[in-house]
């Protein structure tokens, strides 16, 4: 059995029946675009959430960039956003003519830093991205406090962190996405809740924000044929919803199975001196989207190298911080450099992490761990 870094298969197998059916219903009814199942799954989705709406799109990139679009951004606006995430967060902002202000991560959880962003904030600061990274919220009291305070928008990059808990001071839990003003999350098929192709939605509690969105979301239009504003065309297929509808089912079972895999990993592996383990924070629940490690002995590549020559997949997200990227070196002046994110660049390795917890499987990949540092401390 070859190890996989998401367990794809094995996970169909279990709900391969109603999966089947509901693509089939889909072909029957030559509903392949706007069909029922589109829109059962966002009610389903709004109820699982507790958000008064979401809207279906096309990708997390897709979602992104329309959530940039319906807050009515002028070309020049900054954007914050962390520096130590997947390329789409930053990107969109770039796409927009704004201007996206990289900042740097915590050490620990890998979310944005809190300390010194006021240092960021110019007149034509507009918005702040937050990406819930590997599944465990940001600090998002302190998020929405510091918007308040400077006059922010709030978008959530909730690709990684799909039904997470963030609990207030006060004891108020509210689902990761639904807490700034809007939310956006990918159904890429290796994302907690992903289909099988490529599909986002956009989530938010505000009604005017929400209509804004899906006119956009829809060539700009709310009455066919009279386009109000430029927006794009972004749907979610039908044969999409149909299999997140089951998948949204099973959503939480999954969460339950990649803790079981972390706290697994965590036990075995905490007494390993050259890596650390996740931390995990007290106002969240994490989904382990990735289960990641930091290597302390700058042996992180060839741990990789070893594992790969055992059958066992890792990944680095992410080997390069985003404003090294060629891409992106006009928004930076030469040789800026942040801390953290350097650092982490360089430390992190994501292992294996299933949906069907398997010990065999568990085991093997934390000997192997074991075995590299044994030789190479
Ligand atoms: C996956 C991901 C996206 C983009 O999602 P797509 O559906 O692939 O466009 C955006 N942000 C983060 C943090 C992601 O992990």
């Known amino acids: 059995m070859k190890i996989q870094m998401v367990d794809l298969k094995s996970q169909y197998e279990k709900i391969k ?50 959530a940039m679009m319906a807050l009515d951004l002028k070309p020049g606006d900054e954007v914050i956003c962390p520096a130590f995430t997947y390329v789409a967060t930053a990107e969109v902002i770039g796409l927009l003519g704004l201007k996206p202000i990289m900042v740097d991560v915590d050490e620990n959880t890998f979310n ?28 998002m009291k302190k998020i929405l406090d510091f918007a308040e305070k400077h006059n922010l928008f709030v978008i959530e990059d909730n690709a990684q962190a799909i039904g997470s808990d963030y609990i207030f001071p006060d004891g108020t839990t509210m689902k990761t996405g639904t807490i700034g003003h809007i939310g956006c999350t990918s159904f890429f098929p290796s994302k907690n809740l992903g ?46 919803a149909a299999i997140l509808k089951v998948k949204l089912k099973q959503l939480d079972q999954y969460s339950v199975s990649r803790n079981q895999m972390a706290a697994y990993y965590d036990e075995n592996l905490k007494e390993v001196p050259e890596i650390q383990i996740p931390e995990r924070v007290k106002n969240a629940t994490h989904v382990f989207h990735q289960y990641t490690l930091k290597v302390k002995n700058g042996k992180r590549d060839e741990l990789q190298q070893y594992l790969a020559g055992k059958d066992i997949p890792s990944m680095i997200y992410y080997p390069l911080p985003l404003y090294r990227q060629e891409a992106f070196e006009q928004y930076v002046e030469e040789g800026f450099s942040l801390p953290v994110t350097e650092k982490l660049c360089s430390e992190v390795i994501s292992l294996p992490v299933h949906t069907e917890f398997n010990q065999q499987v568990s085991d093997y990949i934390i000997s192997e761990i074991k075995n590299f540092f044994k030789t190479n401390n």
């Open 17 to 66: 029946d109603e999966i089947n059916a509901g693509i089939q219903e889909c072909i029957d009814n030559t509903a392949f675009i706007n069909g029922p199942a589109v829109k059962e799954f966002q009610q389903e989705f709004e109820k699982y959430l507790n958000v008064k709406h979401v809207i279906p799109c096309a990708n997390g990139t897709d979602a992104l960039q329309i």
């Open 112 to 139: 944005i830093a809190l300390e010194g962003l006021e240092n960021y904030i110019t007149p034509k600061t507009k918005a702040i991205v937050p990406v819930h990274l590997y599944g465990q919220s940001a600090e």
């Open 195 to 240: 289909c099988y192709g490529d599909g986002g939605a956009l989530m938010t509690n505000d009604d005017d924000l929400a209509a804004r969105i899906r006119m956009i979301a829809n060539h700009g239009q709310q009455k066919k044929y009279y386009h109000k504003v430029l927006g794009c065309n972004s749907r979610l297929d039908t044969i999409q």
